[in-house]
């Protein structure tokens, strides 16, 4: 009756009084609207909050959290279980150990909890304190944490309970599980790891559990650097134990992993390529250089470094990595390289007349197997044009002679016939030229022996510096041949589903 008063006496026909109050009366209708809305909302809010309070003091009124919650003793309680991997935070080869960020759901009924929505203001469910609820005692089994196997230890999240008495509990958790690695395929290779979940305590006949899903949930995954999580399973398996005559029902969640491998090719297999390939340069070095064996004993350590990484990184077991198997191939390599670069510096400098076999063996079938045969020939013919073993003027005696019109030289040296008419005094200078023959004749004959032995030493050596020749081919060959096996060999083992990105 106010309000319609003030509006009636809005209606006066003093113009400059009826604006005025328009417009105060259209800020207390607003104004008096505004209040009863927040007076609803607040006896609305007041009347949820009364209702889930009486709900929780209904679920809770001599709930006793510590019995399983059938009504009939003999009845299982099936629990669902459903796992989601959030992110793989890391692989331990070395502990075989996988860790897992994941969020683990369950799901099953509490017979002792329902109500009817329509009692509560249509509340059909409400989130309780899991410890004021009965919670399944479910464990990992294959667990690799220093905490308790169990996963509850961490059920600090609320539990949702429909009125029904559906219970649905979810809770993010780290979980470190066993993980058996197969290395044979490293750095391309691929890990099934098991995570096992079932009742610590309680048998089959007291707690069943079942899948969730059929698979691991990925809706959330986060990649991982190194591995990709390219597939998982699920399945439910019933164990007897020694122990105990009941069976003991667990849920198996397979996660299957692929390594980048793009990592290991980049830091160890194309380097450990690449000082493979530099390692040919030592059969490429003249024998008499230095540098050859420093290369090779280089190349052989840096090798050794590499081995090093890759074994620390790797479990104890008696598989042999496929990396182990071609740096140790490569190492066996170099160290034959090794040995036969110093036998090779050792035979070049050589002066001693070769073995038969070795001569046949390798200045004529290595060398023709290696097309340096006609090489070997130029080098062995003798020269022609000697000076003194070829065209030498060798004086014997009995060079010098007489007969009845004087005397004359032979071999070579030849002077007219002179005619004396002293013999005593021909004879005389016969006698000293003879002795100057003589011993220029012993003089070329010292300096021709000389000249003989060197040229005999000089062959020989030639013949040590063609067989160090072909040797370093040979071995320059076989190691070229060796190392396009060993990288096929390595490459051809990989999966054919192995990640090179």
């Known amino acids: 009756m106010q309000v319609n008063s003030l509006f009636l006496l809005s209606s006066d026909k003093t113009l400059p009084f009826t604006s005025s109050h328009r417009r105060n009366m259209a800020f207390f209708n607003i104004l008096c609207i505004v209040l009863l809305s927040f007076a609803g909302v607040s006896r609305a809010h007041q009347s949820i909050n009364n209702s889930e309070s009486r709900l929780m003091s209904h679920i809770l009124k001599g709930y006793n959290p510590e019995l399983r919650p059938v009504k009939n003793s003999s009845t299982p309680v099936n629990v669902k279980i459903g796992l989601m991997v959030k992110q793989i935070i890391s692989v331990d080869f070395s502990h075989q150990i996988l860790t897992l960020h994941v969020w683990i759901r369950m799901f099953w009924k509490d017979e002792f909890i329902t109500w009817k929505p329509e009692d509560y203001d249509g509340l059909d469910s409400i989130t309780v304190d899991s410890k004021n609820l009965w919670v399944p005692d479910i464990a990992l089994y294959n667990s690799a944490s220093t905490k308790p196997g169990q996963i509850n230890f961490e059920m600090l999240y609320r539990i949702i309970v429909g009125h029904t008495g ?130 090779v004993i280089t190349i052989l350590l840096a090798l ?100 009845d019109n004087g005397f004359q030289l032979k071999q070579g040296i030849n002077k007219p016939k002179e005619k004396s008419d002293n013999k005593e005094n021909l004879q005389t200078d016969n006698g000293k030229l003879k002795q100057n023959f003589d011993k220029l004749f012993g003089e070329v004959k010292v300096l021709s022996d000389k000249i003989r032995k060197m040229s005999a030493k000089e062959k020989l050596q030639n013949d040590w510096m063609f067989a160090t020749t072909v040797l370093d081919r040979f071995f320059l060959s076989a190691l070229i041949i060796s190392i396009c096996i060993a990288f096929l060999s390595i490459f051809l083992a990989v999966p054919e589903s192995a990640i090179l990105k």
């Open 166 to 295: 559906d219970v649905k509990w979810s809770s993010p958790a780290i979980i470190s599980s066993e993980c058996k690695i197969n290395v044979k395929h490293f750095p391309f290779d691929e890990q099934q790891c098991l995570l096992e979940f079932g009742s610590w305590v309680f048998h089959g006949g007291k707690l069943d559990v079942f899948l969730h899903l059929q698979h691991v949930d990925k809706e959330s995954y986060s990649e991982n650097e190194e591995w990709l999580f390219y597939d998982s399973k699920a399945e439910r398996r019933v164990t007897k134990y020694n122990c105990c005559p009941e069976p003991y029902p667990t849920v198996v969640f397979t996660v299957m992993l692929k390594r980048r491998a793009m990592y290991y090719m980049l830091n160890l297999i194309i380097p450990c390529g690449l000082i493979t390939i530099v390692s040919l340069f030592s059969f490429i070095l003249p024998p008499n250089s230095g540098e050859r064996v420093s290369l």
């Open 304 to 403: 050794s470094v590499y081995m090093m990484i890759v074994t620390e990184s790797m479990p104890h077991s008696a598989v042999t990595p496929l990396a182990s198997k071609f740096f140790l191939f490569v190492m066996v390599q170099q160290g034959l390289s090794l040995v036969a670069t110093c036998f090779i510096i050792r035979f070049h400098n050589n002066d001693t007349p070769l073995p038969k076999w070795f001569d046949v063996l390798v200045n004529k079938w290595m060398a023709r197997l290696l097309w340096m045969y006609e090489e070997k020939k130029s080098i062995s013919e003798p020269e022609k044009d000697d000076l003194f073993i070829q065209r030498s003027v060798f004086v014997n005696k009995g060079s010098i002679c007489d007969d």
